[in-house]
């Protein structure tokens, strides 16, 4: 009986994912994180000891370590500062005869040149992943973002577009790869006990204990003890010290975020909503006092998960907005967030991935879920000289 539940709470949760998607459900792979996503679909690509895969240097660790885990080797490209995501004119001069894959990332929410991306993996016939762990429930020229590459993962972790505290999913259009990917299915580990009463123990502290005055203070005691494997964290303390695979990395999805997800689905379109609105006053705000912005053009694209912001001193403007209560998110102060020391362990050398450097220094985010929009645009105000 526990099991037929399982199957139709499983199944309840794909098909709702399925229509923000537009794919059939039998499509959808759930697991422990949107990262063992990622390392199913480059496993089910064959990648492999020798083999190169193509990402940007403005990305979570983890990405680098999916590709590192297989044994291949992540070959990085520097981003276009206006959109955050790969600067399409250099991913040609990176294609080799080992490249076998291309990850296009969708940042904050933005997708990007994916036509001239599927322009080149075809020319150079390499496989495309679309990291859409920011882009859920938005869409790149009128087709939901996940739907252009081969496949694509997507995170449910506490600051994405829904959230089932940690977790995420693939989406497989390639019907090669979909065959694989399901064959590794009866190797995921089911999590324990324990690390599901601990994720349960912290949807109610995210739900109850977290707000402007202690936001910060929880933030640095959940990075602490995620950190030491104290509690179930985004990032365990082992992903971000080297990249080597823990032993129970393959994981599946338990019964408590699916019901989660499917929850947190119900209120999604109201949030999605109140996300471009915000977005938009950030906007209009920052245009008119001449400071840098999300250009109108891309609003169509642009769910708006975080409003990305450049400012000159950060730790000042991080004070300013915990004196004020004003939440402030910090994707991606460092190329491989949220690593900051020996990143050559990942085969990156910042230097040589300027425009990434320099955003790196001056960037914070701009929560867009929330109602009091004009209490951050009279911070921004305040703080009108630290701004870019």
Not at 153 to 170: A, L, V
């Amino acid at each position: 009986m526990f099991k037929k539940n399982n199957e139709l709470l499983t199944n309840e949760y794909k098909r709702k994912l399925s229509r923000y998607l537009e794919c059939d459900k039998s499509d959808i792979f759930l697991y422990w994180k949107g990262r063992v996503a990622l390392y199913a679909i480059l496993k089910a690509m064959g990648i492999k000891a020798g083999d190169e895969v193509i990402l940007q240097a403005y990305t979570c660790v983890v990405v680098a370590n999916a590709v590192i885990y297989l044994g291949a080797t992540p070959v990085y490209v520097d981003i276009d500062e206006d959109t955050y995501n790969m600067n399409i004119d250099q991913v040609e001069k990176k294609i080799t005869g080992k490249t076998k894959a291309i990850i296009c990332q969708n940042t904050y929410g933005l997708s990007s040149n994916l036509e001239k991306l599927m322009d080149l993996t075809k020319k150079y016939k390499v496989y495309t992943v679309e990291d859409c762990t920011h882009g859920f429930g938005g869409h790149y020229n009128g087709k939901p973002n996940g739907s252009y590459c081969d496949a694509s993962f997507f995170s449910t972790q506490w600051s994405k577009p829904f959230s089932t505290g940690i977790g995420g999913f693939s989406v497989i259009h390639n019907k090669g790869l979909k065959h694989l990917v399901q064959k590794m299915e009866a190797y995921k580990i089911k999590p324990t006990k324990k690390e599901t009463m601990n994720l349960k123990a912290l949807y109610f502290a995210r739900e109850y204990a977290i707000n402007g005055l202690t936001y910060w203070p929880m933030v640095k005691l959940y990075r602490l003890l995620s950190k030491n494997n104290l509690v179930v964290g985004s990032s365990s303390g082992g992903e971000i010290s080297s990249p080597k695979m823990a032993e129970d990395f393959f994981k599946d999805m338990s019964a408590c975020q699916i019901n989660k997800g499917i929850q947190s689905l119900k209120s999604f379109t109201k949030l999605q909503t109140l996300r471009k609105t915000n977005g938009k006053a950030y906007s209009g705000f920052l245009l008119k006092n001449n400071k840098n912005y999300v250009k109108k053009s891309f609003f169509d694209n642009h769910i708006f998960l975080r409003y990305p912001l450049l400012v000159r001193d950060r730790e000042a403007f991080k004070a300013a907005a915990i004196k004020d209560k004003i939440i402030l998110g910090e994707w991606f102060d460092s190329p491989l967030y949220p690593v900051h020391e020996n990143l050559e362990q990942w085969g990156l050398k910042p230097n040589e991935f300027p425009v990434s450097q320099r955003v790196c220094r001056s960037i914070v985010n701009l929560e867009t879920d929330i109602k009091n929009v004009d209490n951050v645009i009279r911070f921004l105000d305040k703080n009108l000289d630290n701004i870019i």
